[in-house]
């Protein structure tokens, strides 16, 4: 299957283009509390092909969602969460991880969206639901938000057919790393990772800058997002949220 390209718009007068990175972030430490999750195909949700459809069900697919994402506003998008949108990147990429958990070829080319805001809120999805530092036995249905161990908060939520994981900055300076999102068993206690279903592009985050991860979902479940931050060598867990989706 070919690769196709990257569309990029830069959102406010007098922002230079911000170009996020494509390639995925290696040498992440593994996290002691990895979640208890099986790596064979979730049942998908109705309208993505079935695991072992012919190879043009899914590029038919995959090309519908690029297409609605192009078409997507997403500067209302960012509007409807309390948030003013800086940069948006939509990126077609080959995600190894990502097919996997829906069944597809290795070689399907999908998309992702990496979204730059700027948020009035604390969090940027207003009016959710949040956690910090509480142990279920099972994980919240819905959107939620949770202050993580950095200075910042992650947000991992739902709409429009897509999952978002979004974390907010609020320390002083910058600070570099990526969101990943993992699916885990809905009847996990605490926040753990899990198996990978999504990786964003290594980002630098200025205080007060909320960058988001965005990609379709293809099956309902337990979903975790933990931002990593970069470190001297590799890449240490700066917490997350959970949440059945």
Known sequence: MSRGRTVHRSIAAGLGATVLALGLTLGAAASSQAADDTTAPAENLPGVPAPGSPDSEWEAWAAHERADAEATDWAADAAARGCTLKDVTISEE??????????????????????????????????RSTTSGVTTLSLPAGDRCASTSGPG????????GRIYA??????????????????????VSGCPTGTTWLTGPSSTWSSGDTRTISKARTSAGGYSAHIWKKVLVGHTDWGGACASL
């Open 94 to 127: 080959v995600d190894a991880d990502y097919n996997r958990a829906m069944g597809a070829p290795a070689d399907l080319a999908t998309h992702r969206v990496d979204l730059l805001e700027r948020c009035a809120s604390p969090t940027d999805v207003a009016a």
């Open 153 to 160: 908060t992650m947000c991992l939520s739902r709409s429009s």
């Open 166 to 187: 979004s974390w907010q900055y609020r320390g002083s300076g910058s600070v570099t790393g990526f969101v990943r999102v993992y699916r885990v068993s809905s009847g």
